[in-house]
Structures are given as structure tokens and as C-alpha cells.
Nanobody, 127 residues
């Protein structure tokens, strides 16, 4: 069982930066593929980024590639999302998620692959 708590959201101007954190409970954090998803008003939740258990592999949605950076600190049971050059279309509730098992090559960008979810943190980018 893993409990996830996001923090770091807020209101930021376009072009600005925000860093989100996801703190995980439990002693097996390093065993989980971790991901970030987001849901904008009136839209479905979508994949943003994910990072492998070993920290070696990362993947990003095309819309955020080059602007966002995902990272994790397994010693601190925490994952991060550094968001730079923010745009109004990045406005959404951001969720962190954890997946156990060999999902990396098959379904790492799919919601259904993730077993645990946080409550979400709002990021609003003003123009």
C-alpha cells in the first residue's frame, strides 16, 4: 500500500516556474514506477511524465518535453516535477501516481497501469 501526497501547486504567471513534489508513504517506494498526470477543466486526465524505478529512464508527453523535468529521490520517498516556461494551457490539477510491476515497456503512459494516486494539486498559469 502506498499513499501519495502532492504539494507545490499554485498560481504562476506565464513563463514562470513551479516545482511539484509527491511524498510517498511506505518502504517500497523505490519499487514503483512513478508518474505525473494532469486534468484540465472540461478535459480528461492526461499523461505528463514518468520515471523508472532505477531513475535511469524518463518519458514525457510531447506537450511538455523540454519544459518539464521529472525526478525522484528514493532515499526521501519523494518524486518531483520541475515545470519551466509555463503556459496557460498547463493549467490543471496535477496528480502523482505509482505503478507496481513491469509496466515500463507496455503501459507507462496509461492511467490504468497505475495502482495508487494522490489527491492532486492545482496549478494555474495566468497569461
Amino acid at each position: 500500500q502506498v499513499q501519495l501526497v502532492e504539494s507545490g501547486g499554485g498560481l504562476v504567471q506565464a513563463g514562470g516556474s513551479v516545482r511539484l513534489s509527491c511524498a510517498a508513504s511506505g518502504r517500497t517506494f523505490s519499487s514503483y514506477v512513478m508518474g505525473w498526470f494532469r486534468q484540465a477543466p472540461g478535459k480528461e486526465r492526461e499523461f505528463v511524465a514518468c520515471i523508472s524505478t532505477s531513475l535511469v529512464y524518463t518519458d514525457y508527453a510531447g506537450s511538455v518535453k523540454g519544459r518539464f523535468t521529472i525526478s525522484r529521490d528514493n532515499a526521501k520517498n519523494t518524486m518531483y516535477l520541475q515545470m519551466n516556461s509555463l503556459k496557460p494551457e498547463d493549467t490543471a490539477v496535477y496528480y502523482c501516481a505509482a505503478a507496481y510491476g513491469r509496466i515500463w515497456y507496455s503501459s507507462r503512459a496509461l492511467e490504468r497501469a497505475y495502482d495508487y494516486w494522490g489527491q492532486g494539486t492545482q496549478v494555474t498559469v495566468s497569461s
